[in-house]
């Protein structure tokens, strides 16, 4: 079956640094790939998305790369600030008649310290 | 407008008692998913309903779980005989059936079982 890993937390870093959160996914098929955020007190929400092999997925600064080659979809930011505390999860869909069901990763809570 | 609305936020239970947990989906989302997600751990797919098709209820852990939904209305997830271990946070999220594979997700309720 499918199964998504992402890196484990807490992560903690200092305002400004660059941020890697690694996922990696295996899938029967041809998945959609997907990084929701959970910010404090705040209900799932999609970051961003990519749908097809070296798409990349961008949204407020974060970036992400379908890589087929390695099942990888990290996500990358080149300078975090404190408002993106928050709890990440990695994502993938594999359409079946239309149900999209996600499965997903377990979360990394990140804390961006000033 | 409204986003995905879940009631009640938090319900404490007893073990052995029946829950019923509601979703309010954002109006025009023909498809609805209800997710669970147990401390520390990921998001678990529980059931799908898209419009009047039958569900696909393969996420549902045991049969003391059931959910229903009329048409693109509201659903709730019914939990009978509850058990400790189906303390968790039950999220429930719609999506304009083939559009953006968005899922657009709820506050969720907190269920614990005593």
């Known amino acids: 079956g499918n199964s998504v890993t992402q890196m484990e937390g807490p992560v903690t870093l200092s305002e400004e640094a660059f941020l890697t959160i690694n996922c990696t996914y295996t899938?029967?098929?041809?998945?959609?790939l997907f990084w929701y955020v959970q910010y404090p007190g705040e209900g799932l929400q999609l970051l961003l998305k990519?749908?097809?092999?070296?798409d990349k997925g961008s949204n407020k600064g974060f970036e992400a790369t379908y890589r087929k080659e390695t099942t990888s979809f990290h996500l990358e930011k080149g300078s975090v600030q404190v408002s993106d505390s928050a709890v990440y999860f990695c994502?993938?869909?594999?359409?079946?008649?239309?149900?999209?069901?996600?499965?997903f990763g377990t979360g990394t809570r990140l804390t961006i310290i000033p | 407008g409204a986003g995905v609305s879940q009631s009640p936020s938090n319900k404490v239970t007893e073990k052995g008692k029946d829950v019923e947990l509601r979703c309010d989906p954002i109006?025009?989302?023909?498809?609805l998913y209800w997710y669970r997600q147990r401390l520390g751990q990921g998001l678990e797919f529980l059931i799908y309903?898209?419009?009047?098709?039958?569900?696909?209820k393969s996420g549902l852990p045991s049969d003391r779980f059931s959910a229903e939904r009329t048409g693109e209305s509201v659903s709730t997830l019914t939990i009978q005989r509850t058990q400790q271990e189906d303390s968790a946070v039950y999220l429930c999220?719609?999506?304009?059936?083939?559009?953006?594979?968005?899922?657009?997700f709820g506050p969720g309720t907190r269920l614990t079982v005593l």
């Open positions: 899938a029967t098929g041809y998945p959609s």
């Open positions: 994502a993938l869909s594999e359409s079946n008649f239309g149900n999209e069901k996600l499965t």
């Open positions: 999220a719609s999506t304009p059936l083939l559009v953006d594979h968005e899922q657009f």
């Open positions: 990519a749908t097809k092999a070296d």
């Open positions: 309903f898209q419009g009047n098709s039958a569900p696909d």
């Open positions: 109006s025009g989302h023909t498809a």
